[in-house]
């Protein structure tokens, strides 16, 4: 069975100062892993996603995110954050091969401080 | 334009009554799913479905119902069964070699 941890269920960072939200997965076999971002009372919208192609991941909205296999981790990064980026971030995976399933971690709420 | 559409975006339910949450999309997708999420715990699937007329449970079926009739729509029905139904519920389309594409969610209280 695969899980899903995200490390830091709140996070807070300065306008202008570095995102940096963190995710951890468990898998038996390489996964599809992803990021989403969800904003109140709305649904998940995806950032981005990695499929085993590059190991580096560009998204939308100037995030990224690097999968790193000895790690077993997928961090979500931006050099610079916006107060519109305060929001709730979903990491997930699914098993390689397909995305029937997906497992979803509990999520991390950004704040941006003015 | 393209989606997945909930409805309604609240909803309040009596004690022992049944409530049925609307799942529609246009995108052609041939899985469904529904979500419950609550604070701190992320997503859990409920139940999912990859074509019409057959559907899957998930984690946390319990108290919960489903149906497949269309490929356009994927209805779940909140019995009186689920002791705790308070959440938001959301719904998600997925094509095929896809990431899960999701609706706006419903958010569900209790009178």
């Known amino acids: 069975a695969q899980s899903v941890t995200q490390l830091g269920s709140h996070v807070s960072v300065s306008e202008g100062a570095l995102v940096l939200l963190r995710c951890n997965y468990s898998?038996?076999?390489?996964?599809?892993l992803f990021w989403y971002v969800q904003y109140p009372n709305q649904g998940l919208q995806l950032l981005l996603k990695?499929?085993?192609?590059?190991?580096l991941v560009k998204g939308i909205n100037g995030f990224e995110a690097e999968f790193k296999k000895s790690e077993t981790s997928f961090h979500l990064t931006k050099p610079s954050a916006h107060m519109s980026d305060a929001a709730e971030y979903f990491c997930?995976?699914?098993?390689?091969?397909?995305?029937?399933?997906?497992?979803f971690g509990i999520g991390t709420k950004l704040q941006v401080i003015p | 334009d393209g989606g997945i559409t909930q409805s309604p975006k609240y909803l309040f339910r009596k004690e022992g009554q049944n409530v049925t949450l609307s799942c529609e999309q246009n995108l052609n997708h041939d899985a469904m799913y529904w979500y419950r999420q609550d604070p701190g715990q992320g997503l859990r699937l409920i139940y999912y479905?990859?074509?019409?007329?057959?559907?899957q449970k998930g984690d946390i079926a319990e108290g919960y119902s489903v149906s497949r009739e269309k490929k356009e729509s994927f209805p779940l029905t909140v019995t009186s069964a689920q002791k705790n139904p308070t959440a938001f519920y959301l719904c998600?389309?997925?094509?095929?070699?896809?990431?899960?594409?999701f609706g706006d969610g419903t958010r569900l209280s209790i009178l």
């Open positions: 479905s990859q074509i019409v007329n057959d559907f």
């Open positions: 898998s038996s076999v390489p996964p599809y």
């Open positions: 998600a389309g997925r094509a095929n070699n896809q990431p899960q594409h």
């Open positions: 997930a995976a699914a098993v390689s091969g397909g995305y029937q399933k997906v497992t």
């Open positions: 990695y499929t085993s192609a590059a190991t």
